[in-house]
């Protein structure tokens, strides 16, 4: 009896891992200097990344250049130290094992052993550091309208992540997408709240589960909130929006994050109508923590407070910066010095008082607790990569890629025969890695099938004569590109791979991704030409587009005879691309984004107001190239029977939609059906209809099924003239159909009384 009680005195009881977590964290909370406290709200990128900065920069770069993550007059001896002495919290792009093994057991020198929590921007599977599976990226998730492979694919990504020993991923990125000459859009589920919303959530819950386990990560919504239509298009710049359109269009998927159960958020770069995000008490406690009840922390994002003295002007230096993001709802501080000492300083001048860091400290231990870092704050060498890359994991990133890529044009030559014997396939995008997309690291060659490699794989018998247009569409040679125009002419049949370069190694030399933001959507250098010559060859030619973004290219499908939108498909896009040009693969994606015609159509959304086209354009066309919801097969699908269960329902009452989906062509297929609804008279606008529910339908060749769709009074809620959700009565009108163009809808109105 004695001696048991003497060996649980030694062991503090916040070690003790039976003890409910509150009490661990008051336990360890009473041990924590100030300092401790402060360190664990502070984020560095890892000394690995730190190495690279000072053998690439200049020695006055590295005295000024905070994107290569260096830390002007210190070290990485420095991040050692700190490390050591429990002044570091979390750490972010730490892209192997064993420097995060490494730095854990630093921490574990500390005195009081407090687990290092990883962060890395894993956005589509771990992409971001080598030797992981590569899915597509969110766009092309989002072209698959499917929950359940968002669900799945975060669930194998929080295994990755965890086999190497990364806690913490940067995703999802829920902002909805309204400016397609912003870089990012590739990261992010489309331009429609509800479909970003339902994949948002599962994707939460994919990677949390309960937390409490060593297969589960912390996931982290992102970027709080409006970022995703800037003003000029660009990363970064001011966003002015109307209340109400933050409310219907952009809080909706972060709601539904923070519903879903993530215990992190990460607030935007942009100011919103003239308050930076990191210091907006409004979105941080008033909406997120009082209206919305989330209780885990949230982090900054990348040199955001310090933007509010360096760049927005809204403090006059950095320590006034830490102070107005901490007060205004900031837990911690991604990558950054100064921290630790000026934030010190403010809880000594008695301007932040303890009882707020405590608050924050509490948040970001109640995380490290529930994932168990302090019983497993190591992951094992051996294990590691019996989980990465496994063939569970791979099969998902085919099957993935293969529902991501969207049919946008067939004039009938697909699914291509072996009638063509000699092809040429040419394009930037033809033979190389860029298919990974943005956010994702060098693969290894062997983990990587291109669009030419999957091309001879599944068509073996055909005779591919490639000419290679290098990768960077800046620099084409146009001896290269004369050479494949003239041997268009000689062939059966020509493959144009074009589009954006997105690889972050290559940071500048990008065309789209973060920070490559553009102010037409046209296909850069001499793509167009190539394009356009080979079409001209009297060959038919087929346009396959990789890209995080819809690009203009109205008059490029116009001429081709098939155009297909790969995104970026991820590791086995190769694959998935010719298993789709070859009818291996019955196409079934649909945009989760308007194509527009030119950058001029911009904004272009299809749950746009009534009087948006009221006077439409003149000499162009107001239409989009190819609608939200849109993207062919090689079978049909027939629309029949629509039918609701009620004509009249009171305001809180449910409806039911069914109708028929035939397959009636001859192949089978996956059809994703879409409900859209319009409130037909209200007290302030609303869209001319919006995505309420969606389906994804297989069906054999010639088969039949009925679909069935539940309107509950959620779904006819609007935001009445002072703000509050309301569901009016008067006409409402139910469309289902194939996708957002009005032709592919059946419409029927019912009336709430
Ligand atoms: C991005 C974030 C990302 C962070 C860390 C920032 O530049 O905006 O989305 O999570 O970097 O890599």
Known sequence: MNISLKAADKKPLYKDPNAPVEKRIDDLLNRMTLEEKVGQMNQFVGIEHIKTAVANLSKEELKTNTASAFYPGFTHKNVEDWTKNGLIGSFLHVLTLSEANYLQSLAMQSKLQIPILFG??????????????????????????????????????AKEMRAMNMHWTFNPNVEVARDQRWGRVGETYGEDPYLVSRLGEQTVKGYQGNLNSN???????????????????????????????????????????????????????????????HANEWLMNDVLRKEWGFKGFIVSDWMDIEHMSDLHGTAENLKEAFYQSIMAGMDMHMHGIHWNELVTELVKEGRIPESRIDQSVRRILDIKFRLGLFENPFADEK????????????????????????????????????????????????????????????????NVITILEGLKMISPETNFDFVDQGWDPRNMNPKKVKEAIAKAQKSDLNIVVAGDYMMRFRWTERTSGEDTDRSDLDLVGLQNELIEKISASGKPTILILVSGKPLSIEKQANQASAVIEAWEPGMYGGQAVAEIVYGKINPSAKLPVTMPRSVGQLQMIYNHKPSQYFHPYVITSSEPLYPFGYGLSYTTYKYSNLKLSETTIPQTGNINVCLDVTNSGT????????????????????PVKELKDFA??????????????????????????????????GEFIVMVGSSSRDSDLLKQSFFVK
């Open 383 to 446: 294990q590691s990569m019996k989980v990465r890359l496994n063939p569970e994991h791979r099969a998902t990133a085919l099957e993935a890629s293969r529902n991501s890529i969207v049919l946008l044009k067939n004039n009938g030559i697909l699914p291509l025969t072996n009638k063509y014997k000699n092809v040429l396939v040419t394009g930037i995008n033809t033979n190389d890695m860029n298919i990974l997309g943005d956010w994702s690291a060098v693969q290894k060659d062997e």
């Open 696 to 729: 994804r339908v297989s069906l054999k060749a010639g088969e039949t099924k009925t679909v069935t769709f539940s309107i509950t009074p959620e779904k006819l809620m609007f935001l009445d003239k002072k703000l509050n959700p309301v569901v009016e009565p």
């Open 667 to 686: 192949r089978d297929g996956v059809e994703i059906v879409q409900l859209y609804i319009r409130d037909k008279f209200s007290q302030v606008t609303r």
């Open 120 to 157: 890395i921007d894993a956005i589509h599977g771990n992409a971001n550091a080598p030797d992981n599976t590569v899915y597509p990226t969110n766009i092309g998730l989002a072209s698959s309208f499917d929950t359940e492979m968002a669900y799945k694919i975060a669930r194998q990504t």
């Open 215 to 277: 297969e589960n990560v912390l996931a982290c919504v992102k970027h709080f909130v409006g970022g995703s239509e800037p003003l000029n298009g660009t990363n970064g710049a001011p966003t002015d929006l109307s209340e109400r359109t933050i409310r219907e269009v952009f809080f909706p998927p972060f709601k539904a994050g923070a519903d879903a159960g993530a215990m992190s958020f990460m607030t935007a770069h942009n100011e919103l109508n003239g308050i930076p995000c």
